[in-house]
């Protein structure tokens, strides 16, 4: 089972389901901790410290277990039923990270973009935000799509028919599926400001000077609230808007 699926069935397990059940931190953590990490790690990027601290958008969604849990389900929807194959995917991912700026999308992704096939100047230029080369028409679409419908909030007629021509009415919805996943993460990456500045200042005691991260308190596991931190010596996991050290 692939990570998507499994997170899938253990959301509904945790309490997608069972409406009347509440997520912890401590559970959203756990199921990004066993499956989200190993998948980045083999894609080829860091998103957990070496003392366990998990880095970008994954710490961020802990302030908010079930809402997390619910969007991050809509992604494996997004991944396991939509028509668009993993390169246009990764095309249309690194477009949105570019018009956002969003550094951790700009660092996590272009590892992805390889294992899809994608070359690295290819990748470079679509992070840069440049029409790339070595594309496919199709590919070339989505890139222009994505990119408009981001920056400016609207597409014109002929890059709407261009887009239902090479991916068809489902293929556009899932085409603005994706899109609009990739924009919340970016809007959480961006949100929480974590941008690579940060990393010299931060986290140069635990990561490499190329990876933009924001290191967290520890959090203590058996809090019923995500907001009382306490120093320990497990569970560092949320985020704190400060800098302030345990």
């Avoid at 990739?182 to 961006?190: E, F, H, I, P, S």
Wanted: aromatic letters at 10%.
């Amino acid at each position: 089972m692939r990570p998507a699926e499994h997170f899938w069935c253990v959301s509904l397990m945790l309490g997608i389901r069972k409406r009347a059940a509440s997520l912890r931190p401590k559970e959203v953590y756990g199921l990004v901790d066993s499956k989200f990490v190993p998948w980045s790690e083999t894609a080829g990027f860091q998103s957990k410290t070496k003392d366990g601290r998990l880095i970008g958008p994954f710490n961020s969604v802990l302030f908010s277990p079930e809402m997390s849990s619910a969007f991050l389900a809509w992604q494996v929807a997004e991944e396991k039923h939509a028509s668009l194959d993993q390169r246009v995917r990764q095309v249309v991912i690194l477009a949105v990270g570019a018009v956002w700026k969003a550094d951790y999308e700009l660092y996590a992704h272009p590892a992805v973009a390889r294992k899809a096939g994608l070359h690295d100047n290819t990748i470079a230029e679509l992070a840069a935000g440049s029409p790339a080369r070595d594309l496919t028409e199709a590919e070339q679409v989505a890139q222009r799509f994505t990119t408009e419908l981001t920056a400016s909030r609207r597409v014109d007629d002929a890059l709407f028919n261009a887009a239902k021509e090479h991916f068809g009415l489902k293929g556009l919805v899932d085409l603005l599926s994706l899109i609009g996943a990739y924009q919340t993460v970016c809007g959480l990456l961006n949100g929480f400001a974590f941008r690579r500045q940060r990393v010299d200042r931060l986290c140069a005691s635990t990561s490499t000077e190329t990876m933009p991260c924001y290191l967290m308190p520890n959090y203590r596991s058996d809090s019923q609230s995500p907001h009382n931190f306490q120093c320990t010596s497990s569970w560092r996991t949320l985020l704190c808007v400060t800098t302030t050290p345990c």
